[in-house]
């Protein structure tokens, strides 16, 4: 048996909105190293709320959660976003690229608290920029790129700094068939190259293509279909 700890540890976690609504209701869920998965649920189930609190972007009301060993509930802001900007990168669905910079400048802006200097941060910027198959693309802005582009430059910042998770709130939403089943592509080819990642979704062919699957519905978890097969290229 492995006695490697999860990277993720989430026991009994609630978070109550002032409403007040209960978006999670006592989640335990562990992430190992080198898992993929996907959370699904209905609109308003709480994987939004979920993912910001895997991500250390919100706290949650009650229970515990840790990542990569530390116990947020008891780190002060500031360890928490050194945690957040050493082990943790963000894909959204709307990309979020700083719209007159280039594809190298955004990359870099996500390596803007990591404290390398800024010759390295070019560096790894480049090398993800590279990793993503956007190499000829370095110096393209936003709008000079297609969609699926856009989110493989949202994809290189989050992977620079090489996270120990990326987290991806619906990466394929917005883009065409082929785009969205590109950046799945690439996820699963980052994954098997050892990252660890949660991608939400509510598009079930994109969850069908992933390892492991957590439905939630009402702030709980009622499903959490593990690894039975291992798809092509994800391991
Ligand atoms: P999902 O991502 O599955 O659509 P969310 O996590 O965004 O679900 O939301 C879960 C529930 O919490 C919903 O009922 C939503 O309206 C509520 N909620 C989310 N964020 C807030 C907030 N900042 N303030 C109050 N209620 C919120």
């Not at 699957?213 to 290229?233: K, M, S, Y």
């Amino acid at each position: 048996m492995s006695t490697t700890p999860p990277l993720v540890r989430m026991r009994g976690v609630t978070k109550e909105y002032p409403g007040p609504v209960s978006a999670l209701r006592g989640v335990d869920v562990d992430v190992d190293r080198g898992e993929l998965l996907a959370v699904t649920g209905p609109s308003g189930s709480g994987k939004s709320t979920l993912l910001h609190i895997l991500g250390t972007l919100d706290r949650p009301t009650s229970g515990s959660v840790t990542i990569a060993g530390h116990d947020i509930a008891t780190l002060p802001d500031r360890s928490l976003s050194a945690l957040r900007a050493r082990h943790i990168g963000f894909v959204f669905q709307a990309f979020h690229l700083v719209p007159g910079a280039g594809a190298l400048d955004n990359v870099c802006e996500g390596l803007r608290y990591s404290g390398l200097p800024h010759r390295r941060r070019r560096a790894l910027a480049e090398a993800a920029l590279r990793r993503v198959g956007l190499g000829d693309r370095m110096d393209h802005r936003p709008h000079e790129l297609s969609g699926g582009q856009k989110q493989r430059v949202a994809v290189a910042r989050a992977v620079a700094a090489n996270p120990d998770l990326l987290l991806a709130d619906e990466p394929t939403g917005a883009l065409d068939t082929a785009s969205g089943n590109a950046v799945l592509d690439l996820l699963l080819e980052l994954n098997a190259g050892g990252t660890t990642i949660a991608v939400i979704t509510h598009d079930r062919e994109v969850a069908d293509r992933l390892p492991r699957r957590l439905h939630i519905r009402d702030g709980r978890v009622v499903e959490d279909v593990p690894c039975t097969t291992t798809p092509a290229g994800a391991r």
